[in-house]
């Protein structure tokens, strides 16, 4: 079993936010330790997740720290696997090889490419194929875009309480102000100020890069989903498999290999002067 890579985005996004944090806290804070308030990060984080748990069913609150696991995890890309899966199984479908197709469909990997071919290999009509694959990327979308969106709720949530944190430590701050010690102000208005810090820096540090990188792994999953769609309606109209190879190729680079570089292109002169073609001898077709 390959071991776990962890995805290098996120490592480097952690590393250099913790390092700006402690720069921040060793340069620009007389006292580093104001910035540590249990009571306040307790109001934070538990409003948090007591209004996450109000607003969602429980089985998707708990897919929480599998998520994050995900945010962590390198993902290897498959897309070249995957159409060398399927070229592979068209050029033993082209020669009407059944036995071999599901030989080599059983060693397929990726469920959805796997569904796809044995559609096909079952004489399934194209436009079922196309309607059953596109349901299945619906619901992946919108899975996946549900549980990022979760994120998003508790970025929103985060700061609220961190609100809530300040205004109960403008009660306490209220509460000592008749006293006079300006010491002891100072240190309420610190207190009352830091769950707003703490809000802030869990939603936008925490919350929503989590939302944003789910986001973005669903998009890369659903492009590798629509072009091995493109590729199993080309195995059911027994397109050529040469054919299949460059057109999926193209599909998963996004670029179109036969535009030439704009930057250095030239034009040909509008009206060349035809030049004149020596008798007995053929004109040149270049």
Not at 151 to 180: C, E, K, Q, S
Not at 206 to 231: N, S, Y
């Amino acid at each position: 079993m390959t071991k776990a890579r962890l995805n290098p985005s996120t490592v480097i996004g952690i590393v250099a936010s913790v390092a700006l944090l402690a720069a921040i806290l060793a340069f620009a804070a007389n006292d580093p330790s104001l910035y540590l308030n249990y009571p306040g990060l307790a109001i934070v984080v538990g409003g948090t997740l007591a209004a996450t748990f109000i607003s969602y069913p429980l089985r998707e609150v708990l897919r929480i720290f599998a998520l994050v696991k995900t945010v962590f995890r390198h993902e290897q890309d498959s897309s070249a696997h995957d159409i060398e899966d399927l070229v592979h199984i068209a050029q033993l479908w082209s020669r009407h090889d059944v036995r071999k197709v599901e030989q080599a469909l059983a060693d397929v990997r990726n469920p959805f490419l796997r569904t796809g071919v044995q559609l096909v290999i079952d004489n399934t009509p194209e436009h079922e194929i196309a309607e059953l694959l596109q349901w299945r990327i619906a619901r992946l979308r919108a899975r996946e875009q549900a549980e990022a969106e979760l994120f998003r709720v508790m970025a929103g949530f985060a700061p609220a309480f961190g609100m809530l944190g300040t205004l109960v430590g403008l009660i306490n701050l209220l509460y000592v102000l008749g006293d006079g010690d300006i010491i002891v102000i100072g240190q309420q208005m610190a207190i009352a100020l830091m769950t707003t810090f703490y809000g802030i820096l869990i939603a936008n540090l925490v919350c929503k890069p989590i939302a944003v990188k789910l986001e973005r792994r669903t998009e890369q999953r659903v492009h590798l989903m629509d072009m091995l769609l493109q590729g199993v309606g080309m195995m059911a109209e027994k397109r050529s498999p040469a054919f299949m190879r460059e057109a999926l190729n193209a599909f998963a680079n996004e670029a179109d290999d036969d535009a030439p570089p704009t930057a250095t292109a030239k034009t040909p002169p509008a009206a060349a002067p035809a030049r004149a073609t020596p008798a007995g001898s053929a004109p040149s077709t270049r």
